[in-house]
């Protein structure tokens, strides 16, 4: 499996952006995606947005225009670049590695908090 280090998160205005990094170590050649999911409070956690090791990506209706997750395959890290930051976007980040072959596996980041102030 791998490890996930994510980093970047904060406290902006609305309208603000951020951009989220999560950095993977271990057995990263059996990653198949990568993704950022997110989880605010009294709800279930969420996918952002996701991209496969050939760069496919998708993303949530609600960041759709807003955020960009993009990778760095000589760094194995992944980014979410977040613009025009909304209220609603206030969660807990994860970021999640979907791996192997025959036996499959998830790994997940400790998250990082994303607060947007009206």
């Known amino acids: 499996q791998v490890q996930l280090v994510e980093s970047g998160g904060g406290l902006v205005q609305a309208g603000g952006s951020l951009r989220l990094s999560c950095a993977a170590s271990?057995?990263?050649?059996?990653?198949?995606?990568m993704g950022w999911y997110r989880q605010a409070p009294g709800k279930q956690r969420e996918l952002v947005a996701d991209i496969s090791s050939g760069g496919s990506t998708r993303y949530a209706d609600s960041v759709k225009g807003r955020f960009t997750i993009s990778a760095n395959n000589a760094k194995n890290t992944v980014y979410l670049q977040m613009n025009s930051l909304k209220s609603e976007d206030t969660a807990v980040y994860y970021c999640?590695?979907?791996?192997?072959?025959?036996?499959?596996?998830?790994?997940w980041g400790q998250g990082t908090q994303v607060t947007v102030s009206s």
């Open positions: 999640k590695a979907e791996g192997g072959a025959v036996v499959r596996y998830d790994s």
């Open positions: 271990g057995r990263v050649f059996s990653i198949n995606a």
